[in-house]
């Protein structure tokens, strides 16, 4: 892991601290989600390893575990939560690859974790799996003749989780 300075007043020995990302924050969900991507534990893997996620795929897979938007095109980049991956490849968890497309001959950016990454991905999904043992995702379902229709509200805030607390 990446250690960090506590403290930097003179005269205090320095003490590092371990980086921990926030639950449901932008890096705490691109961790996670990589590291399931890499066990083929995303929606629709059929088994398959995907060790670098594209942009979309990442945005895709991650939107679910984070509480901010990562598709918000009206904010900068460094103002979204996508904007996290500037930070984590500062801290040595994840790599940006350039790849060359086959089909039209323009480059693709492709994210992987690094060894730091991978522990602390596997970490937040661990954590991921505690919360959702504990607070349940609930959700209100109406049967059409059809299909199913499940309605979602979410207000991308903390106020999300405590709604579970209270009602676990």
Not at 77 to 102: H, P, Q, W, Y
Not at 141 to 166: G, S
Request: hydrophobic share 35%; with cysteine.
């Amino acid at each position: 892991r990446k250690m960090l300075p506590a403290d930097s007043s003179p005269g205090k020995r320095h003490q590092l601290k371990p980086y921990i990302p926030q639950h449901a924050s932008g890096s705490y969900a691109v961790l996670a989600t990589m590291y399931s991507a890499m066990n083929a534990k995303y929606l629709g893997s059929e088994g398959k390893r995907l060790l670098t996620l594209t942009e979309e795929q990442l945005k895709r897979f991650a939107q679910p575990r984070c509480r901010s938007n990562l598709y918000d095109k009206r904010r900068a980049r460094s103002r979204n939560a996508f904007a996290c991956m500037d930070g984590l490849i500062e801290k040595k968890l994840v790599r940006k690859e350039i790849v060359r497309n086959t089909n039209g001959g323009r480059e693709i950016e492709k994210w992987g974790l690094l060894e730091a990454g991978e522990i602390l991905g596997r970490l937040c999904v661990e954590f991921d799996s505690a919360v959702d043992q504990v607070l349940p995702v609930q959700g209100f379902v109406y049967k059409t003749p059809a299909k199913k229709l499940a309605l979602c509200f979410d207000n991308r805030e903390d106020a999300h989780f405590l709604q579970r607390i209270k009602r676990s």
